[in-house]
């Protein structure tokens, strides 16, 4: 339905984007467009650039020696190529696959990090934001008697919450979460795919996943990657049941990858 | 494992060579032990321990007291170790976080080929170079400016624990900054990008995700450097001014267990002179083993607590 569509805000665009790991293009020139409170999942095949592409979106591909990007990546109509990377950083939040909070960091200095590397140092407000957002990653009951103990004491699935509650806590306007769930149990991935549509009202989500049950459940768009080329973009419920690539069927009925 | 039976013949008495031979090394520490001991029973016999506290080494009087020189030992190799341990942070940090493939490799390459110069080169160094630096240039300054502070007291000689320690730092930092290195390299990827991903700059992910994560390691680093700056000898006796006192001030000469026993081993006047000398290696060595155990045992542990989580 187009017109609904426009009155959504854009937050993300990516435009003729490429990257490299020296002389290898990992991603080749990839556009779309992300708009507020979508949740965009990223699938393909394991070796296909996803976890490139989605580190391209806050800058961390270049920290790899070698590694090169053209192209541009719009965050809410910045070129964020054009700007500080550490600035870029702490509008865009990431959760990685394996669970890593700081070792030797407390539970709440763990959700405090990114507000203390931007400046604030007061008790008052760093403690009402780090109980926000231990909310928001629904680990607050869980956690709201033990903030002094080491964040790395809690069990997978909890350490990964404590990751998004310490990537939400700077309020970013994006996500990127790479294969969030894949370290985790059924259960843990279960309770983080019911929070992912809680967050969908505060933030936009990417997320990478191998898991094509795990994209069709939680995303409300779907882009197809292989062997570096997005072959098809689209909302979720278009491409799981109607895709227009051949590629993308052949991925999605499970005749390869 | 290899099973024994699974051995042939030749292989049989290669293995039994082998492992006589790595518990003919522990067997020679107990011999040693014993014939330390047994040598310097004199004066333990005539002091007991407080051989070790008394302030007192005069062979013509053969009144004998190590005080002195452990004294000097230990302030030389606390001086090397806190000269040392920034210098050794900091490259061993340019190394693994911040410079680019090529200053790596030729970095890396420099500070172990400092642990390879011979002992009696730093020494020359230290006594043409350093020394006379100290007494014309570093030592006048400090006195002028910080001279009211117990350590800068007294004349500017440039011999003394000051150039002792400055000399040791050198030598310890290559075996500081490699084991700092390997720790640094050991620590996950997938936290320094956490922190980088935060918006963390370089320094603050340095302090994030590798200091915080390697201060044990850091501390079995800095004790092994220790233990080397304790036992070093060759290079402290020629810097160090021969001296046995023990004073505040880094000005002053002093003396080392390791510098003592290879001055005056050659010339020990009498029996209890020897025993003496003799006492002092035994307590250089059981100094030296506990806190290289300590430090092996930090590490392993730092290292075993990674093996775990990766
Ligand atoms: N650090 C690296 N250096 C060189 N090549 C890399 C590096 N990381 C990934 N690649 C290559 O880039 C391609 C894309 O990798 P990646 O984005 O991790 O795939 P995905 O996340 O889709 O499994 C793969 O072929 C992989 O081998
Ligand atoms: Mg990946």
């Not at chain 2, 007291?65 to 210098?87: C, E, H, N, R």
Request: with cysteine; aromatic share 8%; hydrophobic share 45%.
């Amino acid at each position: 339905m187009p017109n609904s569509q426009v009155q959504k805000n854009t937050i993300l665009e990516v435009k003729e984007l490429n990257a490299w790991f020296g002389d290898f293009h990992a991603v080749k020139n990839i556009n779309l467009k992300v708009e507020q409170n979508d949740i965009l999942a990223l699938i393909g095949p394991s070796g296909c650039g996803k976890s490139t592409f989605i580190r391209t979106i806050n800058r961390l591909h270049e920290e790899v020696p070698g590694a090169r990007v053209t192209g541009e990546v719009r965050l809410l109509g910045q070129d964020i190529y054009k700007m500080d990377p550490v600035k870029i950083r702490r509008q865009v939040g990431m959760v990685f696959q394996k669970p890593n909070p700081f070792p030797g960091l407390s539970i709440f200095e763990n959700v405090a990090v990114g507000l203390k590397l931007s400046g604030i140092q007061r008790k008052s407000i760093l403690t009402e934001i780090v109980e926000k957002s231990l909310k928001q990653a629904a680990l607050w009951n869980e956690v709201k008697d033990k903030l002094n103990e080491p964040g790395t004491s809690l069990s997978g699935g909890q350490q990964q919450r404590l990751c998004i509650a310490r990537a939400l806590a700077v309020t970013p306007p994006i996500l990127l979460m790479d294969e969030p769930t894949s370290a985790l149990d059924p259960i843990s991935t279960a309770r983080i795919e019911d929070l992912l549509q809680d967050l969908k009202k505060y933030v936009t989500i990417v997320i990478v996943t191998h898991n094509m049950q795990q994209a069709s459940r939680v995303s409300t768009k779907t882009a197809f990657f292989l062997s570096g080329e997005l072959i098809e973009f689209g909302d979720t419920s278009q491409v799981f049941t109607k895709p227009n690539k051949q590629k993308t069927e052949e991925y999605i009925t499970g005749r390869f990858g | 494992m290899i099973r024994r039976g699974d051995l042939n013949f030749s292989d049989k008495i290669f293995y039994w060579v082998l492992k006589s031979l790595a518990f003919g090394i522990i067997g020679l520490l107990v011999v040693l032990f014993i014939l330390l001991l047994k040598m310097s029973w004199p004066i333990f016999s005539k002091i007991g321990l407080s051989f070790y506290f008394l302030n007192e080494w005069n062979p013509v009087t053969e009144e004998f007291g190590a005080m002195a020189f452990i004294y000097g030992t230990i302030a030389t190799a606390l001086l090397a170790l806190v000269l040392s341990l920034p210098i050794s942070l900091g490259s061993a940090l340019l190394v693994t976080e911040l410079a680019n493939l090529h200053v790596r490799r030729v970095l890396g390459f420099l500070i172990e080929m400092l642990a390879a110069i011979p002992s009696i080169v730093y020494g020359l160094w230290g006594l043409f170079v350093v020394v006379p630096f100290l007494r014309t240039d570093v030592q006048p300054f400090l006195g002028d400016y910080l001279g009211f502070l117990p350590l800068f007291k007294g004349p500017p000689i440039g011999v003394g624990l000051m150039a002792g320690g400055i000399v040791l730092a050198i030598m310890i930092t290559p075996t500081i900054a490699t084991i700092c290195r390997e720790i640094f390299l050991t620590i996950p990827k997938v936290y320094k990008e956490g922190a980088l991903a935060l918006g963390a700059t370089r320094w603050e992910m340095i302090q994030l995700s590798v200091i915080r994560s390697s201060l044990s390691g850091i501390l079995g680093a800095s004790i092994l450097g220790l233990a080397r700056a304790l036992g070093e000898t060759m290079a402290v006796t020629m810097v160090i001014g021969n001296r046995a006192q023990i004073s505040s001030s880094l000005f002053s000469p002093a003396q080392t267990m390791a510098s003592l026993l290879a001055n005056e081993y050659a010339e020990a006047s009498s029996e209890i002179h020897m025993a003496s000398l003799t006492a002092i290696g035994f307590g250089l060595l059981l100094v030296s083993l506990i806190v290289n155990s300590l430090a092996r045992i930090i590490i392993w542990r730092v290292g075993r607590i990674y093996r775990r989580s990766k």
